[in-house]
């Protein structure tokens, strides 16, 4: 049986702490059952500080974010809720936003979307309206001017922590930095990264970030997920646009053979290899997790690298030093930027 829910803690309190920050992405399911998505959530809840749920991701329909993202805050569970330009023009995407406000939705991961055509209904009619950059600045606006961008007055205006994404694995590779550094212009208060499986080419990433002092503006949080067999890895690398699978792993994963408690040990053991070198990169916040469709993945992962939610128990602020790298940022300039 379910357990009753704890106090919600909140990402903008974890992110504000100074020690590492720990996120988790769940699907937000497949059909009209809220307990699927209350198990899921419950099995990630005691290692994060906070919960993603996305918006029909890939263009490949499911339970709607915001509904999704109010059955995690009812749970006691700090949600981050994705919010794609793809499917709504600025009347919706505003609607949504004072919605998600209303029900105690305070964290938006702002993204563009994934194309309809890379979904199972390619006829449908894609909509952006506005880009991520101009939903960061959409969001960022009625918070901080309580208007709409009719100019109507907003009593009261939403209270929200608007995010973004970045993909340090898209070519052009320089570019990726510079698009960072416009999305922190325009509100993110945090950002979460794509899926890492090329250490190398992200630690080049965060030295350019770094050198662009992004890395004490906003929290940077890494993300890693578990392999889960050499057939899955193969398609991500093949199939999934900006994501690199290097054949070592792969070859790592079919070595593992087809019993599935011997892959599934090996991807969580890679998952963990990655976070134990991710961490020595300086400039980090801490780690978002997306396990894909693997909950149950998160709770070891965690317990083997040492994972553990900023606001977890009385810890000193000096703590977010450890293990190398991974550290929490100067909020000060970035919270004038965006309060």
Excluded at 144 to 160: A, F, H, Q
Excluded at 249 to 269: D, F, N, P, T, V
Excluded at 300 to 318: F, S, T, V
Aim: one cysteine or more; hydrophobic letters at 40%; aromatic letters at 4%.
């Amino acid at each position: 049986m379910i357990g009753p829910a704890r106090p919600i803690t909140g990402l903008r309190e974890a992110l504000a702490s100074g020690r590492p920050v720990v996120t988790c992405e769940i699907g937000s399911g497949d059909g009209a059952d809220p307990e699927a998505l209350r198990r899921r959530a419950h099995l990630v809840r005691e290692h994060v500080d906070a919960v993603n749920v996305p918006d029909n991701t890939a263009g490949v329909v499911h339970m709607s974010a915001l509904a999704a993202a109010a059955i995690l805050a009812q749970e006691g569970i700090d949600p981050v809720m994705h919010v794609t330009c793809r499917d709504r023009n600025r009347l919706a995407l505003q609607s949504d936003l004072l919605g998600a406000s209303a029900l105690g939705i305070r964290n938006i991961l702002c993204l563009t979307g994934d194309h309809v055509i890379h979904g199972d209904q390619p006829q449908a009619r894609p909509v952006f309206d506005l880009d991520s950059l101009q939903l960061l600045g959409l969001a960022v606006h009625m918070t901080r001017t309580g208007r709409y961008l009719s100019g109507r007055e907003i009593k009261p205006p939403p209270d929200l922590v608007p995010g973004a994404t970045e993909n340090p694995f898209a070519p052009p590779y320089d570019f990726r930095p510079l698009r960072l550094q416009k999305k922190v212009e325009a509100g993110a208060r945090f950002i979460q990264t794509q899926i890492i499986f090329n250490v190398e080419r992200f630690a080049a990433f965060m030295a350019r970030v770094r050198d662009l002092g992004l890395d004490r503006a906003v929290p940077i949080l890494a993300g890693v997920a578990p392999l889960r067999s050499a057939r899955g890895a193969r398609h991500m690398r093949d199939h999934v646009p900006g994501l690199e699978v290097p054949d070592a792993l792969i070859r790592r994963m079919e070595q593992a053979g087809e019993e599935r408690s011997r892959r599934e040990e090996e991807g969580i053991r890679i998952a963990v290899e990655i976070i134990e070198r991710v961490r020595e990169i300086p400039g980090l916040g801490g780690f978002h997790l997306m396990p894909i469709h693997w909950e149950e993945a998160v709770a070891p992962i965690c317990e083997r690298a040492g994972l553990r939610p900023a606001l977890a128990g009385a810890r000193e602020p000096e703590a977010a030093a450890v293990r190398g790298g991974v550290r929490g940022p100067d909020l000060s300039n970035h919270r004038e930027q965006t309060a």
